[in-house]
């Protein structure tokens, strides 16, 4: 059979870190949170996983997954309506004993059967917190080349703020490496450390039949986590080879670096850096092409279309179907999809939510550290 | 399961009058009003109208055409039973031939409508830029318990001498029709939009081609015998807007109405009526800190560093520090250098206009014309096009084209 494609199937796990960004989770997971205008942040990696020729992908969901299934419908915008392999949404299981899983183990572990039957030689797996155009064929290809057991994808930068300040047990764990010729010979869970590391993008690449073999083993010993109960321990024995990504991406972390990261973008260098490469598949809004009307003054904006700008906009990430009204004054802001500013208003530093109306001549500001959040349908 | 009604669209016009955009794609499939082309509006008329089965004749150079039509989901017109179809001309048992008139291309694909067996078919023109009900059509239609409609439009009296004309009594019942006469009995004009009973259009599809001198066209040979032998023809009157795009002012003149809803009537902002189309799937536009936007229309994937003011920037359109565009129309891909000036012109897809260059004029003494600028041409560094140029090959830096 001709292959044109990549002989791995893809696994996303898209409520992993929620617990970093509880606002914006609230009525959704982390995977289905909106990013960069017209995306979701689930449409990076599943993306990257299309282009890359992975054409069989699974997503692992534990819960408020509503948001996500509406977005991702059959996979149709992303290639992925297919009669073999496609997308596939995993909710969670009802048993006996209905439990939640904490840890990927768990979540890998309710997908045996199914990994089991699969065809693909290797499997790729990866959280949806990372906005990056990831190129998976060289991930693949670097990791048959090594000849390792388990390859990993980390980015040299400081550990985020956001993540380091979570010091309650529940909060999801993130990872550093210490790297010797290429193979992580050491690995620091939550870390505290000051400076650059090599710090984890939790995207891996493994043989399905070693998978599967290490989930039954971790789930007959009652482990949950893959990196603390898999990985950590066996640095000795299994070859776990680490890749650098050097190129461009957003993590979430907070509600700070969300609102960083979207800001960032509004930069050229930065917005070609995550978008000049293949594509980024969303869903289709068929929505009309942005409309600047009368007085509109726009400067350093990032628009999706749908909008209609009467009013000032600086510094802003404007969602599809934004309406910003006459006189209003938008300086430093994200406004996600069908956000409505009313003539007059004023915001300065504020992120708001889907469908949040600001009414006439209301005055909002947050600052520069500290952006002001408005939820959901709210009417300010 | 038999279909009420299902639609035919004609869409095999050269659009000869708009030559430097249709050199390689059908008419239909020009860009329009930022994200669109011709084609979406009558597609997008039938899905929101409830006709899900719609037959696409294509004829000149049909491949940007098809590929865009592609399995028709934009469109939601990807069905189980009926969905969207593109109709080229083929190679019968008896032999094959291009489509010789409009009514011809039907009757070749008699065999494609009895597939679903309806009681009423719509005759779509592919070339119009026009939100129409067409169950508001269909149902004057059963009321006037007509065998054939024609949707009309008042047009004034001193510019009726240019279309087909119907003379209708006061029941809306056809009694003549008059092809561009010189002395009108009617303003009412054809839109060219027919709803047929399927066996009276069978019928006459049938005779039509067995009529060695008929030139097998709606307009000339089907309705006139339609009148001939009496039939229920009724005019439905349509007082949305409509526009022939078939000409460059024209098609120009319609893309900047789209920057006036409130006024011009041609809203593309209708959530109840949406008007779909293929999506480019860029990211989001970006405005830099230099950049003045007024009153214009902006898709994805533009990069807007220069001027633009009341114009249309279809996706992934790029117009460079201290460039000004204005009264414009630039499709998808363009690149506007730095310095260049852009007014009162339409520029195709995939153009890349020099620095400094200078395309088209703002109109001054009488002088109106609309500058045209084909797909792919890269006009050189300090080139400048005039107002009434249509220019479809590259020109050099510094050369001028009038």
């Known amino acids: 059979m001709v292959n044109s494609n990549?002989?791995?199937?893809?696994?996303?796990?898209?409520?992993?870190?929620?617990?970093?960004?509880?606002?914006?989770?609230?009525?959704?997971?982390?995977?289905?949170?909106?990013?960069?205008?017209?995306?979701?942040?689930?449409?990076?990696?599943?993306?990257?996983?299309?282009?890359?020729?992975?054409?069989?992908?699974?997503?692992?969901?534990?819960?408020?997954?509503?948001?996500?299934?509406?977005?991702?419908?059959?996979?149709?915008?992303?290639?992925?309506?297919?009669?073999?392999?496609?997308?596939?949404?995993?909710?969670?299981f009802a048993q006996k004993n209905i439990k939640m899983y904490t840890g990927r183990v768990e979540a890998l572990a309710s997908i045996l059967t199914f990994l089991k039957s699969q065809k693909e030689k290797y499997v790729v797996m990866s959280d949806a917190n990372i906005a990056v155009n990831f190129d998976f064929k060289a991930f693949m290809d670097a990791h048959i080349k090594s000849g390792a057991d388990i390859t990993v994808a980390y980015s040299k930068d400081e550990i985020p703020a956001g993540v380091r300040k979570k010091?309650?047990?529940?909060?999801?764990?993130?990872?550093t490496f210490d790297i010797k010729d290429g193979r992580v010979v050491k690995m620091d869970i939550n870390s505290k450390e000051n400076g650059v590391k090599n710090l984890s993008m939790n995207i891996y690449i493994m043989e399905r039949e070693l998978l599967i073999k290490q989930i039954n083993t971790a789930y007959l010993h009652g482990h949950s986590y893959f990196e603390r109960d898999i990985l950590a321990t066996q640095l000795d024995t299994l070859n776990i080879q680490a890749f650098c990504h050097d190129g461009y991406l957003a993590r979430v972390c907070d509600l700070n670096s969300y609102f960083e990261e979207n800001m960032k973008l509004l930069d050229e260098a930065n917005l070609d850096a995550l978008f000049s490469g293949d594509s980024i598949y969303t869903k289709i809004r068929d929505d009309n092409p942005s409309r600047y009307i009368g007085n509109a003054k726009v400067k350093n904006v990032v628009a999706a279309d749908g909008c209609v700008i009467e009013g000032e906009a600086e510094?802003?990430?404007?969602?599809?179907?934004?309406?910003?009204?006459?006189?209003?004054?938008?300086?430093?802001?994200?406004?996600?999809?069908?956000?409505?500013?009313?003539?007059?208003?004023?915001?300065?530093?504020?992120?708001?939510?889907?469908?949040?109306?600001?009414?006439?001549?209301?005055?909002?500001?947050?600052?520069?550290?500290?952006?002001?959040?408005?939820?959901?349908?709210?009417?300010? | 399961m038999a279909?009420?009604?299902?639609?035919?669209?004609?869409?095999?016009?050269?659009?000869?009058?708009?030559?430097?955009?249709?050199?390689?794609?059908?008419?239909p499939a020009v860009p329009f009003g930022g994200k669109y082309r011709i084609i979406d509006f009558p597609l997008s008329n039938c899905v929101n109208s409830g006709i899900d089965t719609v037959g696409i004749l294509t004829q000149y150079q049909p491949l940007v055409l098809n590929e865009y039509i592609g399995n028709g989901q934009p469109w939601d017109l990807d069905r189980l039973h009926g969905g969207v179809h593109v109709l080229p001309p083929y190679q019968q048992a008896s032999g094959s031939d291009w489509y010789k008139g409009t009514a011809n291309a039907i009757y070749q694909n008699i065999s494609f409508i009895e597939r679903y067996n309806p009681q009423y078919v719509i005759i779509l023109s592919g070339d119009q830029i026009c939100k129409q009900?067409?169950?508001?059509?269909?149902?004057?239609?059963?009321?006037?318990?007509?065998?054939?409609?024609?949707?009309?439009?008042?047009?004034?009296?001193?510019?009726?001498?240019?279309?087909?004309?119907?003379?209708?009594?006061?029941?809306?019942?056809?009694?003549?029709?008059?092809?561009?006469?010189?002395?009108?009995?009617?303003?009412?004009?054809?839109?060219?939009?027919?709803?047929?009973?399927?066996?009276?259009?069978?019928?006459?599809?049938?005779?039509?081609?067995?009529?060695?001198?008929s030139e097998n066209d709606f307009g000339n040979n089907i309705i006139p015998n339609l009148l001939r032998d009496?039939?229920?023809?009724?005019?439905?009157?349509?007082?949305?807007?409509?526009?022939?795009?078939?000409?460059?002012?024209?098609?120009?003149?319609?893309?900047?109405?789209?920057?006036?809803?409130?006024?011009?009537?041609?809203?593309?902002?209708?959530?109840?009526?949406?008007?779909?189309?293929?999506?480019?799937?860029?990211?989001?536009?970006?405005?830099?800190?230099?950049?003045?936007?007024?009153?214009?229309?902006?898709?994805?994937?533009?990069?807007?560093?220069?001027?633009?003011?009341?114009?249309?920037?279809?996706?992934?359109?790029?117009?460079?520090?201290?460039?000004?565009?204005?009264?414009?129309?630039?499709?998808?891909?363009?690149?506007?250098?730095?310095?260049?000036v852009v007014k009162h012109c339409?520029?195709?897809?995939?153009?890349?206009?020099?620095?400094?260059?200078?395309?088209?004029?703002?109109?001054?003494?009488?002088?109106?014309?609309?500058?045209?600028?084909?797909?792919?041409?890269?006009?050189?560094?300090?080139?400048?096009?005039?107002?009434?140029?249509?220019?479809?090959?590259?020109?050099?830096?510094?050369?001028?084209?009038?």
Not at chain 1, 167 to 175: E, G, L, N, R, S
Not at chain 2, 13 to 23: D, E, H, I, N
Request: glycine share 10%.
């Open chain 1, 315 to 380: 510094n802003c990430m404007l969602f599809r179907g934004v309406k910003i009204g006459k006189g209003a004054k938008v300086k430093n802001c994200v406004l996600m999809q069908d956000t409505v500013v009313e003539d007059g208003a004023t915001l300065e530093y504020i992120i708001s939510d889907k469908n949040v109306t600001f009414t006439a001549n209301k005055e909002l500001k947050g600052s520069d550290s500290f952006p002001v959040y408005v939820s959901k349908h709210q009417t300010v």
């Open chain 2, 346 to 402: 339409i520029v195709a897809e995939n153009v890349v206009i020099g620095e400094n260059a200078v395309v088209g004029a703002m109109p001054s003494d009488g002088e109106k014309g609309v500058a045209t600028i084909g797909s792919g041409v890269y006009v050189g560094d300090n080139a400048k096009i005039g107002p009434n140029a249509m220019v479809s090959s590259n020109v050099k830096g510094g050369e001028e084209q009038w």
């Open chain 1, 167 to 175: 010091d309650d047990v529940t909060a999801d764990m993130y990872f």
């Open chain 2, 230 to 340: 009496g039939r229920n023809m009724y005019a439905y009157h349509f007082s949305g807007y409509w526009k022939d795009v078939g000409t460059i002012s024209s098609l120009w003149e319609a893309n900047m109405e789209v920057l006036d809803p409130e006024h011009s009537g041609i809203n593309l902002f209708d959530e109840n009526w949406k008007i779909y189309s293929r999506n480019s799937g860029m990211t989001g536009h970006r405005i830099s800190s230099d950049a003045v936007v007024e009153n214009c229309m902006i898709t994805d994937g533009c990069r807007i560093s220069g001027t633009v003011k009341h114009s249309i920037l279809f996706a992934g359109v790029t117009v460079e520090p201290g460039a000004q565009v204005e009264d414009a129309v630039v499709m998808g891909g363009t690149t506007i250098k730095a310095g260049a």
């Open chain 1, 6 to 92: 990549a002989d791995a199937l893809g696994i996303i796990f898209p409520n992993t870190y929620d617990s970093l960004v509880p606002e914006l989770v609230s009525e959704r997971l982390m995977a289905s949170i909106p990013f960069a205008g017209r995306y979701r942040m689930v449409d990076f990696i599943l993306s990257s996983m299309v282009n890359s020729g992975i054409g069989n992908i699974s997503l692992v969901v534990r819960k408020n997954y509503h948001s996500l299934m509406d977005h991702l419908g059959s996979g149709r915008e992303w290639d992925l309506t297919r009669k073999n392999g496609g997308l596939n949404i995993v909710p969670p």
């Open chain 2, 133 to 213: 009900d067409y169950s508001d059509f269909l149902r004057f239609h059963k009321e006037k318990g007509a065998e054939f409609s024609v949707a009309v439009m008042e047009v004034p009296w001193d510019e009726a001498s240019r279309f087909g004309l119907m003379v209708a009594d006061e029941n809306d019942k056809i009694t003549e029709f008059q092809e561009k006469p010189k002395n009108p009995k009617s303003n009412l004009a054809s839109m060219g939009i027919y709803i047929f009973n399927w066996d009276i259009l069978k019928k006459y599809l049938v005779e039509d081609e067995a009529d060695p001198n």
């Open chain 2, 3 to 27: 279909k009420e009604m299902i639609a035919m669209l004609l869409a095999g016009g050269q659009g000869s009058r708009l030559y430097a955009l249709t050199q390689k794609l059908a008419k």
